[in-house]
């Protein structure tokens, strides 16, 4: 019933606010109970049409509602056995259990809320069967004692959060829907503070009327909805990443966070594939970055979130953390970068054509000359992108750096490395240029990084360290 109504949470507070606004407040009550009572019914329907049984080979899995389902684990193939929970199954006794394996697109999940009790048994059956199949990966999932949460090797700091949450992708996005929406926010303001000097030069609200009337009401505006989205981001993050902690044992990493939704996951670290650094614009102004991974046998969901190492670090301590946790993918950064005459590539398509675009459409539209005012932005970027553009063959890996808008540097060790291809356009063939993809499997797709304007005689320095490394295999 739950999972249900989170689906339609957004529309129900659009719509619960757009009535209550009008004094309306029965169709909101009858709307929440209407969500409820379907949200109900569906659930009740498919915990009656969903059954698992277990036999020597195989975990099987039977479901739905209209369309049935029968999933087929093989013990031999299964990976994982993973646990999950929240408040609302601690109270009920219970917990999530997921079964996964390596190979599917999805993400191979079978997931079941049991009890914990029944939960333990059936992990321990999985794996016996598992082990006794020849699958001798599969382990349990131990219960962490004290001493193994003084052994954390990262934790994450209450105060990075609200670092995290102002630097956000979340933020940027409330932020320009809150801005996108002022009129309501205005509406809402206005009737609170009726007779504010701030409210009283403003007859007919507009974002470019409001600024030129009333500055100050303006920019007290864009301030509130900063504030706003910050909140919200402070909010939605805490309930994701805190109690964020990362911990080696061997040849496993254990992560675990979640305020509302605890998640305890086990990952052997030789499924991973690549690790990758990312650093935001905003971010690298104040010193941070976060450090992510792309895995097999691991993601159930398909959700970013759930490929984090860590959330957020000081920069000067992001490689020694990595040395700390993963040493397999330590680096020391040397990269060859961009020649010069690449950078003019990065000025056109980054700034030039962009501001072009602007200016052509500034004469149809007058409105849209105020896009102009991004110019030192898409200059100072396009700068970085050339600047943090690179690549290098060290040791068994392959390091890539590129920035769009984040900046992303990806060490891929020679095992997860699936090719490497070589592009030329006709205008990169002019400047000895070519641009490098590096492509790497993964549960949900084959990932393809990036290192673009590069020069074309890097090419067979890469091949030859392929072949000795292949070679070396």
């Known amino acids: 019933m739950f999972t249900f109504i989170k689906g339609f949470i957004f529309w129900l507070i659009v719509i619960s606010f757009s009535e209550i606004r009008k004094g309306q407040y029965l169709f909101p009550s009858l709307y929440l109970i209407g969500m409820m009572l379907i949200g109900f019914v569906i659930g009740l329907l498919r915990w009656l049409n969903t059954s698992y049984d277990l036999d020597e080979e195989h975990f099987h899995l039977k479901k739905g509602i209209i369309s049935k389902t029968h999933e087929t684990y093989p013990h ?7 646990y999950q929970s929240n408040r609302l199954l601690e109270s009920l006794g219970l917990t999530s259990i997921s079964i996964e394996t390596a190979g599917k697109a999805t993400g191979a999940s079978a997931t079941l809320f049991l009890k914990k009790e029944e939960a333990y048994k059936l992990e321990q059956n999985i794996i016996y069967y598992a082990q006794e199949s020849g699958n001798e990966e599969l382990t ?8 193994d949460k003084k052994r954390n090797d990262f934790v994450l700091p209450w105060k990075y959060l609200i670092i995290m949450s102002a630097t956000s992708n979340s933020f940027y996005i409330g ?27 403003v007859e007919e609200f507009s974002l470019s009327g409001l600024f030129l009337s009333n500055p100050a009401l303006f920019f007290t505006m864009i301030l509130i909805s900063a504030l706003g989205s910050w909140a919200i981001g402070i909010i939605i993050l805490s309930l994701r990443y805190a109690n964020f902690t990362v911990r080696r044992e061997q040849n496993t990493i254990h992560i675990s966070y979640g305020l509302w939704t605890m998640k305890n996951i086990s990952l052997e670290v030789d499924r991973i594939q690549a690790i990758r650094v990312q650093e935001g614009v905003v971010r690298r102004w104040i010193g941070f970055n976060s450090v992510a991974f792309d895995s097999i046998g691991f993601d159930a969901t398909g959700e970013a979130e759930e490929a984090v190492l860590l959330p957020l670090v000081k920069r000067n301590q992001t ?10 993918f330590y680096v020391e950064p040397n990269l060859t970068y961009s020649p010069v005459r690449a950078r003019i590539r990065f000025y056109l398509r ?20 105020w896009l102009g005012v991004i110019a030192p932005l898409l200059v100072y970027l396009s700068e970085l992108r050339y600047r943090d553009n690179g690549i290098q063959t060290v040791s068994n890996k392959v390091i890539t750096s590129s920035r ?5 540097t990806v060490v891929i060790p020679w095992q997860g490395l699936q090719s ?21 499997a993964t549960d949900q797709t084959t990932l393809l990084y990036k290192a673009a304007e590069l020069d074309t005689n890097l090419y067979p320095s890469i091949i030859e360290f392929l072949q000795q490394e292949d070679s070396r295999k």
């Open 404 to 408: 769009l808008i984040q900046k992303e």
């Open 175 to 201: 932020f320009a829907i809150i801005i996108s929406s002022l009129n309501q926010v205005y509406d809402v303001l206005s009737s609170m503070f009726e007779n504010s000097f701030l409210f009283s030069k």
């Open 319 to 328: 490689w020694s953390l990595i040395n700390k946790i993963v040493p397999e």
């Open 350 to 369: 980054g700034a030039i054509f962009p501001l072009l675009v602007i200016v052509g459409a500034g004469f149809i539209w007058s409105m849209l000359w």
């Open 420 to 440: 490497v291809m070589r592009r030329e356009s006709f205008f990169q063939r002019r400047r000895s240029l070519a641009t490098f993809e590096l492509a790497v």
């Open 76 to 82: 031999i193939k299964i990976s994982g056995v993973h």
């Open 140 to 147: 349990a999932n131990d219960e962490e004692s004290t001493e």
